[in-house]
Nanobody, 124 residues
């Protein structure tokens, strides 16, 4: 059974950085893409970033491009999201998810397992 556990959320001031982690188990981690999504109150869950199974390809939502960096350590079965220059509009619950293949796109339908989420709150 695939399990994803996010950590690293919390309260941060605007402009400060924060790093999220996601630990995966139950699947050959390096084969599959990994993505980060987020959901703000009253809004749909939206794509943030994805990284291919081997780590060589990444793709970001326009809203975070240049500020967020996704990375992975296949030896540790973990994926990370480094968030810099955070803004109040980045406040959301952040979820990691496993892609259905070695690379996945920005659609939620491209992902099959999800973590429980970690709250990130950015104060102004």
């Amino acid at each position: 059974q695939v399990q994803l556990v996010e950590s690293g959320g919390g309260l941060v001031q605007a402009g400060e950085p924060k790093r999220l982690s996601c630990a995966a188990s139950g699947r050959t981690f390096s084969i599959y893409a990994m993505g980060w999504f987020r959901q703000a109150p009253g809004k749909e869950r939206e794509f943030v970033a994805v990284i291919s199974g081997g780590g060589g390809t990444t793709y970001y939502a326009d809203s975070v491009k240049g500020r967020f960096t996704i990375s992975r350590d296949n030896a540790k079965n973990s994926v990370y999201l480094q968030m810099n220059n955070l803004k109040p509009e980045d406040t959301a619950v952040y979820y990691c998810a496993t892609g259905k293949g070695s690379y996945s796109g920005p659609s939620r339908d491209d992902y099959d397992y999800w973590g429980q989420g970690t709250q990130v709150t950015v104060s102004s």
